[in-house]
């Protein structure tokens, strides 16, 4: 059974940081792509970055470049989302995916697995 776990979401004021984990478990995590998408009441999910199966290549939604890293620890079957000068249009539930043998730019519907999610909201 293949399973996602997010965690380290929570409130934070605008301009802190938050870092969110996933841990993967019931897959070869190395063989997969690691995403993060969010989203946001009445909004679609949107994607927010991703990882290539061999971490060496990374992808970033514009709205976040220069302020979120996606990291991988296949060693822990661990995706990291390192979020920094957070913003309060950054509220919302964010998800870990995972996509097989992706490069880190496969679209939201090639994406086989998916977390519950965790909840980030920023407050102004």
């Known amino acids: 059974q293949v399973q996602l776990v997010e965690s380290g979401g929570g409130l934070v004021q605008a301009g802190g940081s938050l870092r969110l984990s996933c841990a993967a478990s019931?897959?070869?995590?190395?063989?997969?792509?690691m995403g993060w998408f969010r989203q946001a009441p009445r909004k679609e999910r949107e994607f927010v970055a991703a990882?290539?199966?061999?971490?060496?290549?990374?992808n970033y939604a514009d709205s976040v470049k220069g302020r979120f890293t996606i990291s991988r620890d296949n060693a822990k079957n661990t995706v990291y989302l390192q979020m920094n000068s957070l913003k309060p249009e950054d509220t919302a539930v964010y998800y870990c995916?995972?996509?097989?043998?992706?490069?880190?730019?496969?679209?939201?519907?090639?994406?086989?697995?998916w977390g519950q999610g965790t909840q980030v909201t920023v407050s102004s």
């Open positions: 019931g897959l070869t995590f190395s063989t997969y792509a």
């Open positions: 990882i290539s199966w061999s971490g060496g290549i990374t």
């Open positions: 995916a995972a996509v097989i043998y992706g490069l880190g730019h496969s679209p939201i519907e090639e994406y086989n697995y």
